[in-house]
Protein backbone atom coordinates (compact mmCIF):
# COMPACT_ATOMS: atom_id res chain seq x y z
CA UNK A 1 0.00 0.00 0.00
CA UNK A 2 1.38 3.51 -0.88
CA UNK A 3 1.99 6.21 1.57
CA UNK A 4 0.19 8.94 1.21
CA UNK A 5 3.07 11.52 2.53
CA UNK A 6 5.67 10.73 -0.04
CA UNK A 7 8.68 13.00 1.17
CA UNK A 8 9.04 15.59 4.35
CA UNK A 9 12.33 17.56 3.52
CA UNK A 10 13.77 20.82 5.33
CA UNK A 11 16.36 23.14 3.83
CA UNK A 12 18.17 26.30 4.10
CA UNK A 13 19.15 28.99 1.83
CA UNK A 14 23.20 29.28 2.54
CA UNK A 15 24.24 33.18 4.31
CA UNK A 16 27.58 33.27 2.87
CA UNK A 17 30.13 31.76 0.45
CA UNK A 18 31.36 29.66 3.79
CA UNK A 19 27.80 28.45 4.49
CA UNK A 20 28.39 29.25 7.72
CA UNK A 21 26.14 31.82 11.00
CA UNK A 22 27.11 33.25 13.45
CA UNK A 23 24.74 35.46 16.41
CA UNK A 24 21.88 37.76 15.07
CA UNK A 25 22.06 36.09 11.61
CA UNK A 26 18.89 35.07 10.06
CA UNK A 27 18.62 31.62 8.76
CA UNK A 28 16.05 30.92 6.06
CA UNK A 29 14.33 28.20 4.14
CA UNK A 30 11.70 25.48 3.54
CA UNK A 31 9.63 23.08 4.32
CA UNK A 32 8.82 20.99 1.32
CA UNK A 33 5.92 18.36 1.67
CA UNK A 34 4.79 16.02 -1.28
CA UNK A 35 1.26 13.79 -0.93
CA UNK A 36 -0.13 11.30 -3.16
CA UNK A 37 -4.08 12.22 -2.67
CA UNK A 38 -5.55 14.54 -0.09
CA UNK A 39 -4.49 14.42 3.63
CA UNK A 40 -5.53 15.95 6.63
CA UNK A 41 -3.15 17.35 8.73
CA UNK A 42 -3.31 18.09 12.74
CA UNK A 43 0.20 19.69 12.85
CA UNK A 44 3.29 20.88 10.70
CA UNK A 45 5.85 22.66 12.54
CA UNK A 46 9.45 24.00 12.12
CA UNK A 47 11.75 23.81 15.18
CA UNK A 48 15.03 25.37 15.21
CA UNK A 49 17.43 24.41 18.48
CA UNK A 50 20.73 24.69 19.86
CA UNK A 51 22.46 22.51 22.03
CA UNK A 52 25.85 21.09 23.45
CA UNK A 53 25.64 16.97 24.73
CA UNK A 54 27.84 14.96 25.71
CA UNK A 55 27.64 11.15 26.34
CA UNK A 56 30.35 8.30 27.21
CA UNK A 57 29.99 4.75 29.41
CA UNK A 58 32.33 3.68 31.64
CA UNK A 59 32.94 -0.27 33.04
CA UNK A 60 33.41 -0.27 36.65
CA UNK A 61 33.53 -3.99 37.83
CA UNK A 62 30.34 -5.26 36.71
CA UNK A 63 28.53 -2.15 36.67
CA UNK A 64 28.45 -0.16 33.37
CA UNK A 65 27.79 3.79 34.09
CA UNK A 66 26.52 6.65 32.08
CA UNK A 67 28.12 10.00 31.74
CA UNK A 68 25.58 12.27 30.08
CA UNK A 69 25.26 15.97 30.19
CA UNK A 70 22.99 18.75 28.12
CA UNK A 71 23.25 22.29 27.47
CA UNK A 72 20.38 23.67 25.94
CA UNK A 73 21.11 26.94 24.34
CA UNK A 74 17.74 28.36 22.59
CA UNK A 75 14.75 26.22 20.99
CA UNK A 76 12.62 28.45 18.86
CA UNK A 77 9.21 27.33 16.87
CA UNK A 78 6.64 27.77 14.47
CA UNK A 79 4.59 26.52 12.85
CA UNK A 80 2.39 26.57 9.52
CA UNK A 81 -0.63 24.32 10.49
CA UNK A 82 -1.86 23.87 13.93
CA UNK A 83 -4.37 21.83 15.59
CA UNK A 84 -6.95 24.41 17.21
CA UNK A 85 -7.44 21.90 20.49
CA UNK A 86 -3.49 21.37 21.43
CA UNK A 87 -3.40 24.55 23.26
CA UNK A 88 -0.35 25.41 21.61
CA UNK A 89 -1.23 29.22 21.03
CA UNK A 90 1.96 31.10 22.31
CA UNK A 91 3.72 29.47 19.27
CA UNK A 92 3.82 31.78 16.13
CA UNK A 93 1.73 30.55 13.67
CA UNK A 94 2.97 31.50 9.93
CA UNK A 95 0.89 32.44 7.08
CA UNK A 96 1.28 32.39 3.69
CA UNK A 97 2.58 34.78 0.83
CA UNK A 98 -1.06 35.97 0.44
CA UNK A 99 -1.59 37.13 4.26
CA UNK A 100 -3.76 33.53 4.86
CA UNK A 101 -2.97 30.85 7.12
CA UNK A 102 -2.12 27.55 5.32
CA UNK A 103 -4.97 25.03 5.38
CA UNK A 104 -5.13 21.52 6.85
CA UNK A 105 -6.25 19.89 4.27
CA UNK A 106 -3.33 19.39 1.69
CA UNK A 107 -4.20 18.49 -1.79
CA UNK A 108 -1.80 15.93 -4.08
CA UNK A 109 1.37 17.29 -5.50
CA UNK A 110 4.27 19.53 -3.73
CA UNK A 111 4.27 22.24 -1.25
CA UNK A 112 6.76 24.65 0.04
CA UNK A 113 6.14 26.18 2.95
CA UNK A 114 8.88 29.18 3.85
CA UNK A 115 10.28 30.28 7.62
CA UNK A 116 12.87 32.74 9.12
CA UNK A 117 14.51 32.41 12.04
CA UNK A 118 16.98 34.85 13.95
CA UNK A 119 20.02 33.39 15.82
CA UNK A 120 19.37 34.37 19.29
CA UNK A 121 22.34 37.33 20.00
CA UNK A 122 24.26 35.24 22.48
CA UNK A 123 27.33 33.98 23.43
CA UNK A 124 26.77 30.66 21.41
CA UNK A 125 29.66 28.28 20.98
CA UNK A 126 30.75 26.95 17.23
CA UNK A 127 29.54 23.69 15.94
CA UNK A 128 31.53 21.06 17.19
CA UNK A 129 31.54 17.46 16.84
CA UNK A 130 34.33 15.14 18.93
CA UNK A 131 34.70 11.44 20.28
CA UNK A 132 32.10 11.15 22.98
CA UNK A 133 30.30 14.93 22.05
CA UNK A 134 28.59 17.40 20.20
CA UNK A 135 27.47 21.09 20.16
CA UNK A 136 24.60 21.28 17.12
CA UNK A 137 21.77 23.78 15.44
CA UNK A 138 19.40 22.08 14.09
CA UNK A 139 16.24 22.78 12.00
CA UNK A 140 13.50 19.57 12.36
CA UNK A 141 10.30 19.71 10.65
CA UNK A 142 7.58 17.64 12.14
CA UNK A 143 4.46 16.38 10.47
CA UNK A 144 1.67 15.08 13.00
CA UNK A 145 -1.24 13.24 11.76
CA UNK A 146 -4.51 11.21 13.33
CA UNK A 147 -3.92 8.08 14.27
CA UNK A 148 -0.38 8.19 12.75
CA UNK A 149 3.71 7.99 12.97
CA UNK A 150 4.64 11.55 13.21
CA UNK A 151 7.24 12.53 10.05
CA UNK A 152 10.12 14.34 10.73
CA UNK A 153 13.26 15.38 9.12
CA UNK A 154 16.02 17.47 10.13
CA UNK A 155 19.48 19.46 9.03
CA UNK A 156 22.09 20.85 10.71
CA UNK A 157 23.98 24.46 10.10
CA UNK A 158 27.45 25.57 10.66
CA UNK A 159 27.29 27.91 13.43
CA UNK A 160 30.89 30.00 14.40
CA UNK A 161 30.98 32.09 16.98
CA UNK A 162 32.47 35.31 16.86
CA UNK A 163 33.13 36.26 20.37
CA UNK A 164 36.80 37.20 20.31
CA UNK A 165 38.12 38.68 23.70
CA UNK A 166 41.17 40.48 22.14
CA UNK A 167 42.79 41.49 25.81
CA UNK A 168 43.35 37.43 26.15
CA UNK A 169 44.18 36.57 22.27
CA UNK A 170 46.75 39.71 22.65
CA UNK A 171 48.84 38.14 25.30
CA UNK A 172 52.29 37.55 25.08
CA UNK A 173 54.36 34.87 26.60
CA UNK A 174 56.85 34.03 28.33
CA UNK A 175 58.67 30.78 29.92
CA UNK A 176 62.10 29.81 30.74
CA UNK A 177 63.60 26.11 32.03
CA UNK A 178 66.65 24.42 32.92
CA UNK A 179 67.73 20.83 33.61
CA UNK A 180 71.21 19.19 34.99
CA UNK A 181 72.05 16.13 33.01
CA UNK A 182 72.25 13.24 34.39
CA UNK A 183 73.50 9.53 33.58
CA UNK A 184 75.20 9.41 29.85
CA UNK A 185 74.93 12.99 29.49
CA UNK A 186 76.64 15.57 31.63
CA UNK A 187 76.20 19.30 31.84
CA UNK A 188 73.20 21.81 31.90
CA UNK A 189 70.99 22.68 29.34
CA UNK A 190 68.26 25.75 29.37
CA UNK A 191 65.71 27.34 27.18
CA UNK A 192 63.93 31.14 27.30
CA UNK A 193 61.16 31.01 25.04
CA UNK A 194 59.16 33.98 23.90
CA UNK A 195 55.59 34.11 21.97
CA UNK A 196 54.22 37.25 20.90
CA UNK A 197 50.90 36.59 21.80
CA UNK A 198 48.23 33.99 22.97
CA UNK A 199 45.93 33.77 19.23
CA UNK A 200 46.52 32.80 16.27
CA UNK A 201 44.24 32.66 12.92
CA UNK A 202 44.03 29.81 10.83
CA UNK A 203 46.63 30.05 8.12
CA UNK A 204 48.35 32.58 10.46
CA UNK A 205 52.85 31.56 10.95
CA UNK A 206 53.46 31.12 14.83
CA UNK A 207 56.15 32.33 15.76
CA UNK A 208 58.40 31.11 18.61
CA UNK A 209 61.74 33.06 19.55
CA UNK A 210 64.00 31.10 21.75
CA UNK A 211 67.36 31.18 23.28
CA UNK A 212 68.88 27.97 23.80
CA UNK A 213 72.58 26.75 25.95
CA UNK A 214 73.32 24.20 25.77
CA UNK A 215 76.28 23.52 28.15
CA UNK A 216 75.49 19.27 27.78
CA UNK A 217 78.53 16.91 26.27
CA UNK A 218 75.83 16.50 23.38
CA UNK A 219 73.87 18.31 20.46
CA UNK A 220 70.43 18.90 21.08
CA UNK A 221 67.42 19.72 18.65
CA UNK A 222 64.55 22.07 19.48
CA UNK A 223 61.14 20.23 19.23
CA UNK A 224 58.05 21.79 18.06
CA UNK A 225 54.17 20.37 18.80
CA UNK A 226 50.62 22.08 18.49
CA UNK A 227 48.13 19.61 19.78
CA UNK A 228 44.31 19.67 20.79
CA UNK A 229 42.71 19.01 24.18
CA UNK A 230 38.90 17.73 23.79
CA UNK A 231 37.31 18.10 27.22
CA UNK A 232 33.80 16.67 27.78
CA UNK A 233 32.54 17.02 31.19
CA UNK A 234 29.53 14.84 32.99
CA UNK A 235 27.96 14.09 36.25
CA UNK A 236 31.41 15.99 38.08
CA UNK A 237 34.03 13.77 35.47
CA UNK A 238 36.13 14.28 32.61
CA UNK A 239 36.93 12.82 29.68
CA UNK A 240 40.11 13.91 28.08
CA UNK A 241 41.11 13.57 24.08
CA UNK A 242 44.17 14.34 22.99
CA UNK A 243 45.92 14.81 19.60
CA UNK A 244 48.97 15.86 18.40
CA UNK A 245 48.04 18.62 14.71
CA UNK A 246 51.52 19.78 13.91
CA UNK A 247 55.30 18.88 14.55
CA UNK A 248 58.85 20.81 13.27
CA UNK A 249 62.02 20.18 14.26
CA UNK A 250 64.57 22.55 14.40
CA UNK A 251 68.47 22.87 13.45
CA UNK A 252 70.59 20.63 15.62
CA UNK A 253 72.94 23.13 18.59
CA UNK A 254 76.73 21.48 19.16
CA UNK A 255 77.47 21.35 22.72
CA UNK A 256 78.77 24.13 24.80
CA UNK A 257 77.13 26.64 22.61
CA UNK A 258 74.35 29.04 22.59
CA UNK A 259 71.62 30.52 20.58
CA UNK A 260 68.20 32.26 19.11
CA UNK A 261 66.58 29.87 17.80
CA UNK A 262 63.53 31.83 15.51
CA UNK A 263 61.00 29.30 14.35
CA UNK A 264 57.83 29.91 12.35
CA UNK A 265 55.11 26.87 12.87
CA UNK A 266 52.23 27.52 9.57
CA UNK A 267 48.91 27.02 11.34
CA UNK A 268 46.69 25.36 8.72
CA UNK A 269 43.61 26.73 7.26
CA UNK A 270 41.36 23.77 8.44
CA UNK A 271 43.03 23.50 11.95
CA UNK A 272 39.94 23.68 14.15
CA UNK A 273 39.25 26.76 16.19
CA UNK A 274 39.69 26.54 19.84
CA UNK A 275 35.98 26.14 21.62
CA UNK A 276 36.27 27.71 25.28
CA UNK A 277 32.96 29.09 26.09
CA UNK A 278 30.90 26.18 26.28
CA UNK A 279 30.15 24.64 29.46
CA UNK A 280 30.75 20.97 29.04
CA UNK A 281 32.81 20.81 25.97
CA UNK A 282 36.27 22.66 25.33
CA UNK A 283 38.34 22.82 22.62
CA UNK A 284 41.95 23.99 23.49
CA UNK A 285 45.26 23.77 22.32
CA UNK A 286 48.79 24.21 23.32
CA UNK A 287 52.31 24.27 22.12
CA UNK A 288 54.89 22.47 23.40
CA UNK A 289 58.27 23.30 23.13
CA UNK A 290 61.33 20.42 24.28
CA UNK A 291 64.81 19.97 23.72
CA UNK A 292 65.78 16.64 22.35
CA UNK A 293 68.03 14.90 24.32
CA UNK A 294 69.78 11.68 24.04
CA UNK A 295 69.80 9.45 26.77
CA UNK A 296 68.36 12.25 28.74
CA UNK A 297 65.08 13.29 29.73
CA UNK A 298 63.58 16.29 27.26
CA UNK A 299 63.04 19.25 28.93
CA UNK A 300 59.85 20.93 27.77
CA UNK A 301 57.18 24.20 27.99
CA UNK A 302 53.80 24.15 27.66
CA UNK A 303 52.11 27.23 26.01
CA UNK A 304 48.49 27.70 26.10
CA UNK A 305 47.63 29.16 22.70
CA UNK A 306 43.83 30.02 20.79
CA UNK A 307 42.69 28.88 17.72
CA UNK A 308 41.11 31.49 15.68
CA UNK A 309 38.81 30.77 12.88
CA UNK A 310 39.81 32.87 9.88
CA UNK A 311 38.25 36.29 8.94
CA UNK A 312 35.71 35.98 5.76
CA UNK A 313 37.57 36.66 2.82
CA UNK A 314 41.61 35.59 4.21
CA UNK A 315 40.79 32.10 2.13
CA UNK A 316 41.63 34.19 -1.10
CA UNK A 317 44.06 36.78 0.55
CA UNK A 318 47.70 35.70 1.50
CA UNK A 319 48.03 35.45 5.20
CA UNK A 320 50.41 38.07 6.66
CA UNK A 321 54.15 36.87 6.26
CA UNK A 322 55.81 35.70 9.44
CA UNK A 323 59.08 38.02 9.18
CA UNK A 324 56.41 41.30 9.62
CA UNK A 325 54.62 40.17 12.72
CA UNK A 326 57.26 41.40 15.30
CA UNK A 327 56.75 41.28 18.80
CA UNK A 328 53.51 43.69 18.12
CA UNK A 329 50.30 41.71 18.58
CA UNK A 330 48.15 42.76 15.45
CA UNK A 331 49.37 45.96 13.41
CA UNK A 332 45.84 47.30 13.46
CA UNK A 333 44.90 48.21 16.19
CA UNK A 334 41.27 48.04 15.36
CA UNK A 335 41.15 44.75 13.48
CA UNK A 336 37.87 43.89 11.40
CA UNK A 337 34.69 42.68 13.17
CA UNK A 338 34.56 38.91 13.19
CA UNK A 339 30.52 39.60 12.00
CA UNK A 340 29.38 38.46 8.55
CA UNK A 341 27.44 40.75 5.85
CA UNK A 342 24.40 41.89 7.57
CA UNK A 343 21.33 39.96 6.73
CA UNK A 344 19.23 40.13 3.59
CA UNK A 345 15.79 41.72 4.26
CA UNK A 346 13.03 39.68 5.27
CA UNK A 347 10.49 38.65 2.35
CA UNK A 348 7.34 40.59 2.63
CA UNK A 349 5.67 36.97 3.67
CA UNK A 350 7.94 35.85 6.50
CA UNK A 351 8.31 39.57 7.80
CA UNK A 352 4.92 39.55 7.93
CA UNK A 353 4.29 36.33 9.85
CA UNK A 354 5.65 37.37 13.44
CA UNK A 355 8.13 39.46 15.16
CA UNK A 356 11.24 37.84 15.21
CA UNK A 357 12.59 38.79 19.58
CA UNK A 358 15.02 36.88 20.49
CA UNK A 359 13.70 34.78 23.17
CA UNK A 360 15.41 35.30 27.33
CA UNK A 361 18.54 33.90 27.60
CA UNK A 362 19.16 30.76 29.56
CA UNK A 363 19.98 31.35 33.22
CA UNK A 364 23.61 32.44 33.68
CA UNK A 365 26.21 29.32 34.13
CA UNK A 366 29.35 28.57 35.54
CA UNK A 367 32.16 28.32 32.64
CA UNK A 368 32.43 24.70 33.85
CA UNK A 369 30.84 21.94 36.01
CA UNK A 370 32.80 21.00 39.12
CA UNK A 371 35.40 18.73 38.71
CA UNK A 372 36.58 15.52 40.58
CA UNK A 373 40.36 13.54 40.08
CA UNK A 374 41.54 15.08 37.43
CA UNK A 375 45.07 14.71 37.63
CA UNK A 376 47.77 17.11 35.96
CA UNK A 377 48.64 14.94 33.30
CA UNK A 378 47.61 17.88 30.76
Known amino acids: MSSTVKSLKVTYNPNNEQNTFTSGDWVSGQVALEVAKDCQIESLSIKFKGKAEVLWTERHGQTTVVYHSKDKYFSLKHYFIRDKDTGNDDQPLLINQNGETYSSVVAPGCHV ?8 HQNLPSSFKGSVGKIVYLLEAKLSRSMRISKKDSTKITFVSNEVHSSEIRTPQHESKDK ?9 VAMDVDLEKTGFFQGEGLKVVAHIQNNSSREIKPKYCVYRKHSFFANGKRKLDTKDLLKEVGEPIPPSSSEKVVQILNIPHDMEPSILNCNNI ?38 PTAAGFGFEPFGNPNPPAWGFAPPPPLQPAAAASQPFDPPPPYGAHGMYPPLMNFGNKY
Do not use: N
Not at 305 to 313: F, M, P, V, Y
Open 180 to 188: KMKLFTSGT
Open 282 to 319: KAEHRLRVYLDVKYASDPEIKFPIIILRALQGSAVAPP
Open 113 to 120: YPFTFQIP
